[in-house]
């Protein structure tokens, strides 16, 4: 299983994409590209599946190791561990559903799906880059094609959405640069992830690093109070945008939380847990709240998003195993699911042309496929058994219970409370949509196309195969997560 | 002394085309860009090492990749401002006046003693001032020049007096004797602040960067475009050999000044740069907060600061002259260098906007462009001081550059107009230059061999 396919391939599709010569050439490549890219998704699960079932304990599979600039340390070091293969997953996914989502964009098709080909490289070679360099080089690659996205093909108040954007998540990686180059020189001029976590890094620099980096990554996920960007940002996208953007985008910061800051500096990671917590829960509590203020659909999922990516940080603040399998179980269920929000609240906008709950209703009459749809992923997004929302949220709230202490416990049952929110926002706007009168400018709409069931077919299959049949992803996470905590000497 | 006498050997042809019949511009022009192609190509082989007369000129390697850097800016700009170029009524005299003051670069990079030196940077300065008052009909362009000789012979004198007070305080004007002589003397350091003035002029640092902006936008696009990078260039180069290897001992005295004037020249750059209106003076002052990040990369004091240095001037050669190029183009074509005309420019003008946004990106440092390992090298180099303070606030100024090159992408694609540029004919030579300068900018990153080799050349 050669890791280098994962970044050429969304490479060549790109190239291809670009050099197509009309827009159905360009829809049926990025198609291709994203479809092949979903086949190696599943190929890399099956081959990682039968190397660890065969007894290859090594932690990071199919490694790859290229020098770069040897005068620097920087090796193209590739490698994947369960988190990562999970991860993968997830992105190839989401961008195949955008891909079918935005079948119908008439402005600028081929720079379209180049920008979008482009954002999803950046994902991928984020997830499997063993390098501290080259990981930051996959996070930044990815600004160019956010900006144009939201700028050029988004809704609303576009520019101001897409510079405030860029400019936040520069921010973000600015603080994460610093961090790196820290990291860099506290161990010896080393850019290598592997090896920067067997050092033993003094403690007080860690504490200075450690937020640099954690706070750095949180900025793409969210954490409060650097989470202004989500609203505007997530609102104003093209609907693939915004389903990138909100699963896998906000997930680069988690995964980036986790892989770098806590399993580099665990010590910095037992330090500042409890302001980890207390920000984690304040973006819980805070985002369910300001959900039920919104009007507008767009709003109401990325506010929603800022809860629920409150849930990852929550985990990875707690720092026990569950909670921590928890967290990585959450960036998954949550990247699905609010792909799938996304992606029909863009399918019910093209139709009715508008998103705020109030100038709608009644559209299950003439909607059927796309309101059920639209209630299945509320339904998830409230924690339903059954669906992925309700298996990762559990974990989580199994793994925060296990600490026993007074500050652990409450933060958990205020994390649990903010469920009751999510139903409150969540049944009312599906119900004011859905159901009751509907007004006679509606009556005329159609229903899901064929590339829109397909896509929304593809996220629930994977919202269903993690809510059902939890085990595989529990078995595919958990034996990563045990040896970050490991480090750390948690339960 | 190859790459000198191929110099002259042009400039001599040149004044012999012109003192004969004279040719048409065109094919000018295009005998020109050949020549400077071949002097290109001819610059990687036939090259000595060693001194000349006396100490006073020395080559070796490094010099000699240097040089070539220098090479190729001229000649892409030749590439790139063929449109001006082409209408020009005094061509000879123009790319006489340019390879002077290349030569007097040339000379300069490979000087042995400072009385060389001095001599080479007068010969390096003085032909720009009058390839600034090129647009011989316009007013500006005067002014510009104006303010340009003035603030260079003003710095001239600094320099001097600077020169005169080290021979008083060390005995001697070569830099190989001087290390030994100096001991951080307070009047050796006065000294050393003289010549530290003179090259802060000329490499825009605040607070010596008021000329940049205004002779920037008075004078013709191409010799804008060779003042910022070529110029710029061969001074970077000069400085970071005088600082590591002539002045090494007053190293602890120059570390703080760099830091300062680091953060000075980025912030003032970057806030000046955010309130532009007219392209040229925006790239100027984006020039000038280019200067803040390579004295980043040149606080470092080891091999990494000079290869980083090197690397980045290669990449901001290409970054922006592709920049310049583009500029200089609808400038030409069309007369508009305000940013507000160039909204809507995507419609009309896909391929300039692309490379436009290409060569800002890379001047913003953004991957995949090559300008990103640039900037992250020199940064990198930068933090081996520990002075994480510094760095924090170079990595602040990494988004604010980026937030006014946003402005310019964000004119072109997003913003509507009624009445965009319209569709340009590009010159295909041009057409050629932008793409070669765009490959560059993709390309020169990746291809890792080019700062090992720069590394590699450091030893020699």
Redesign the interface.
Known sequence: MNLLLIILIPLLTAVAALLSRNKQQVRWVSLAGSAAQLVLAFMLLFAFQNERVGGNNIQMLFEQNYSLFPAWHINIHLGVDGISVAMILLTAFVVVAGVLVSWNIEKMTKEFYFLLILLTLGAYGFFISLDLFILFFFLEIAVIPKYLLIGIWGSGKKEYSANKLALMLMGGSALVLVGILGLYFSSGHSFDLLSLSKLNIPVETQRIIFPLLFVGFGVFTALFPFHTWVPDGHSSAPTAGSMFLAGISMKLGGYGCLRVATYILPEGAKEYSTLIIVLASIAILYGAFATMMQKDLKYINAYSSISHCGFVLLGIGMLTKTAFTGAVMQMVSHGLMTALFFAVIGMIYERTHTRQVSEMGGLMKVMPFITTVFFIVGLCSLGLPGLSGFIAEMTVFMGSWENTDMFHRIATIIACMSIVVTAVYILRAVGQVAMGPLKESFSGLTDATWNERMAAAILLIGILAIGIIPRWLNDLIRPASEIIMNKIGAK | MKSELMITLIIFILLFIKLSKGMKNESLLLLIQFVLLGNFILGFSFNKEGSLFGDMFYNTEMIVFQKNILILGAYLISLLCADWLKKTPHLPEFFMLMLSALLGMFFMISSGNLLMFYLSLELASIPVAAMANFDLDKKRSSEGAMKMILSSAFSSGILLFGISLIYGATGTISFAALPSQLDGSSFQVLAFIFLFAAFAFKLSIVPFHFWTADVYEGSPVAATSFLSVISKGSIAFVFISALYNVFQPLHNVWYTMLVILSIATMVIGNLFALRQQNIKRFLAFSSIAQVGFILVGMSSNDN?GI?SVVYFILIYVFSNLAAFGVASVIAEKTGIEDIDDYKGLYKTNPFLSWILTLAL?SLAG???TAG??GK??L??AG??K?N?GF??VV??N??IS??YY?RI??AM???KNEQPVEKININPVTKFGLILCAVGVVLVGFL?WI??YI?FLIKS
């Open positions: 990494a290869t990106f953004i991957p995949p990103f390992f992250l090298f940064i990198t933090a081996g520990a994480y760095i924090i990595a602040l990494l988004i980026l937030y946003l992408v964000r694609f997003m913003d890792s700062y090992d590394q």
